[in-house]
Nanobody, 122 residues
Framework: QVQLVESGGGLVQAGGSLRLSCAASGRTFSSYAMGWFRQGPGKEREFVAALSRSGGLTYYADSVKGRFTISRDNAKNTVFLQMNSLKPEDTAVYYC???????????????WGQGTQVTVAS
């Protein structure tokens, strides 16, 4: 069982930056691929970014590529999402995800966090 707790959301002006964190419980964090999804107002939950268990492979949605960076610190059981050049359309609840295999678009992961709100003002 893995519990995921996100933090770092908030209100930011367009063009600004935020860094989301996701702290995971348990001693097997490095055994899980990690990722982020988001759900905007009136929209379905969508894939944002993913990271392999070692951190050596990363994947991004086209809409965030070049602006967002996913990383992990296995010693601290934490995954991060650095978000730069934020746009109003990035406004959403951001969810951390963990999977024993691979976090990927269209496939529910093994575990979800509770979400953190990100609001980008124009």
């Amino acid at each position: 069982q893995v519990q995921l707790v996100e933090s770092g959301g908030g209100l930011v002006q367009a063009g600004g930056s935020l860094r989301l964190s996701c702290a995971a419980s348990g001693r097997t964090f490095s055994s899980y691929a990690m990722g982020w999804f988001r759900q905007g107002p009136g929209k379905e939950r969508e894939f944002v970014a993913a990271l392999s268990r070692s951190g050596g492979l990363t994947y991004y949605a086209d809409s965030v590529k070049g602006r967002f960076t996913i990383s992990r610190d296995n010693a601290k059981n934490t995954v991060f999402l650095q978000m730069n050049s934020l746009k109003p359309e990035d406004t959403a609840v951001y969810y951390c995800a963990a999977d024993r295999s691979l976090v990927r678009s269209g496939v529910p992961p093994d575990y979800w966090g509770q979400g953190t709100q990100v609001t980008v003002a124009s």
